[in-house]
């Protein structure tokens, strides 16, 4: 690219203007001479703004605010050019505190106003119809935005506004192609349209708005994002209703580990390829990678559309909840693939609710409660883990970006996988998920699940009760939300 200066007398003579018509600022444009157009650059009169236009073009747009004010107004015009576009890193890092943008706008080039620490809030006119990547990203104080024509939002455009609580969007705004993270980080975000998003019903379930235009906004950009409040607060709810709804106190861990894996194969499905927005579904965009995604689909929908990555998250979530001690495994060797490893009952054991629910669905428990070596027999997946688990913690613990608490967390997560080498097989000879022969349901088979059985006997008038009874009692004890042992006292046994 070549770049000339043109003398400005000469540009006045040639162009019949007199030197009175523009300052010296606005006399000594500079050429660019690109490919196909000639780019040419200049300064507003007031010394304000820096522009920029194609030779022979009426429009131009603004290249960088160059002084400071709290409010600016972006003029419609410059120097005789309609202003059409913001330029990329026009504002970025500026003091502004808002900034009047003129209908003649129609883009927002990426990192626009990225960094625009001080800025409160701002309104986009509905003749703009392109926000692209970061144009508003990391404005740490800004809490309103509104958005009020059909603009297609593009990548990471609002990321880690941490204090936007409230985000205006037209119902005809779409998605920049295969866009996502469009608010991450948006830690405080509660409100679409001035709508709250969560509430709770008489029944302490959390729920989502009906509002089906606000509903929408958060399948087309809330889901493809993370780290957002209201979905974060909506997730956190559901898991403390689930805890309180499937769980009952006094049962094993491994009781409790069942009931949350049926729980999400029963409410949740791997994702269904097709379409949705016109956009092909995929695996790794964010609405299925994610375990708020996760339970937000669920919300939305009814079932919980996602992969093994949001299957993993959503599992390792709930059993921390329930005061179990979990951790992810995944492999990238091949097809990458995500599942769990718990410390159940004081022994280590995997558990691949992805497939459990992909290869059977309701009372499949082949992938769960299983030793390493025994998931490492049936597919070569978990082998895969085995070889390069170390070798990845050393490289993600030698990277720079990994601070002191992902340190601790690898460490850990090393230590486990190394323990559950040596666990010994759960035994489960009926595949129903539940110890054989552990009739009080505490982890471990002895003398008191003999008395246990021996009233149960009694109470059904049977000469037996066989471990394929397991599954139906363990059901009936969660409906009535009791031990076995309180069951019994309440009936008299």
């Not at 200049?42 to 131009?60: C, H, I, N, P, Q």
């Not at 495994?329 to 009952?345: R, S």
């Amino acid at each position: 690219m070549k770049h000339r200066k043109l003398l400005s007398l000469l540009s006045a003579a040639l162009l019949g203007l007199s030197a009175a018509v523009f300052p010296p600022a606005a006399l000594e444009p500079v050429e660019l001479v690109a490919d196909a157009a000639t780019i040419i650059t200049g300064t507003s009169s007031d010394g304000k703004w820096d522009y920029s236009y194609e030779s022979g073009s009426s429009v131009a747009k603004i290249v960088k605010y160059k002084v400071y004010e709290a409010k600016p107004e972006i003029p419609e015009k410059i120097n005789g050019k309609k202003i059409t576009a913001i330029g990329q890193d026009a504002f970025k890092n500026s003091r502004i505190q808002s900034v009047t943008i003129p209908s003649s706008v129609k883009t927002i080039e990426s990192f626009a106003f990225s960094g625009c620490y001080s800025m409160t809030e701002i309104v986009i006119p509905s003749s703009v119809t392109d926000i692209n990547s970061f144009a508003f990203s990391d404005c740490t104080k800004l809490k309103k935005a509104e958005i009020q024509g059909a603009a297609k939002i593009y990548s990471y455009a609002f990321r880690n506004c941490s204090a936007l609580e409230n985000i205006i969007l037209n119902s005809g705004c779409s998605r920049g192609a295969s866009g996502q993270g469009f608010f991450n980080g948006c830690t405080s975000l509660k409100k679409i349209n001035s709508t709250t998003i969560v509430s709770t019903s008489t029944n302490g379930k959390p729920v989502v708005t009906t509002d089906k235009k606000v509903r929408k906004m958060i399948e087309l950009f809330m889901m493809r994002s993370d780290n957002i409040k209201f979905m974060k607060d909506y997730s956190n709810k559901l898991i403390d209703y689930i805890i309180k709804t499937e769980l009952v106190a006094g049962m094993s861990d491994a009781i409790h580990a069942r009931q949350l894996h049926n729980w999400l194969v029963n409410n949740c499905g791997y994702m269904v390829p097709g379409k949705k927005y016109n956009e092909t579904k995929n695996g790794n965009n964010m609405e299925y990678q994610t375990s708020d995604n996760l339970f937000m689909s669920y919300a939305l929908t009814g079932c919980g559309e996602t992969v093994c990555s949001g299957y993993a998250k959503a599992y390792n979530r709930l059993l921390t909840a329930a005061h179990i001690e979990s951790y992810m495994l995944y492999q990238d060797i091949g097809t990458k693939h995500q599942w769990n490893l718990a410390k159940i009952d004081g022994k280590w054991y995997y558990i691949d609710v992805t497939w459990d629910d992909t290869t059977g669905g309701y009372g499949t428990y082949k992938y769960f409660m299983k030793t390493r070596k025994q998931m490492e027999k049936m597919d070569s997946t978990y082998i895969d883990c085995g070889q390069s688990l170390s070798e990845d913690i050393e490289r993600k613990r030698a990277s720079m970006d990994v601070n002191t608490l992902a340190h601790e967390y690898l460490d850990k997560v090393e230590a486990a996988w190394k323990k559950s080498l040596d666990t010994s097989a759960y035994t489960d000879s009926n595949k129903d998920g539940i110890l054989d022969g552990d009739w009080n349901l505490d982890g471990v088979k002895n003398s008191a699940d003999t008395a246990i059985k021996k009233r149960l006997i009694k109470m059904q008038g049977q000469n037996a009760v066989q471990d394929s009874q397991m599954n139906k009692y363990v059901r009936l004890l969660h409906r009535e939300r009791k031990t076995p042992e309180q069951f019994l006292s309440d009936e008299g046994y």
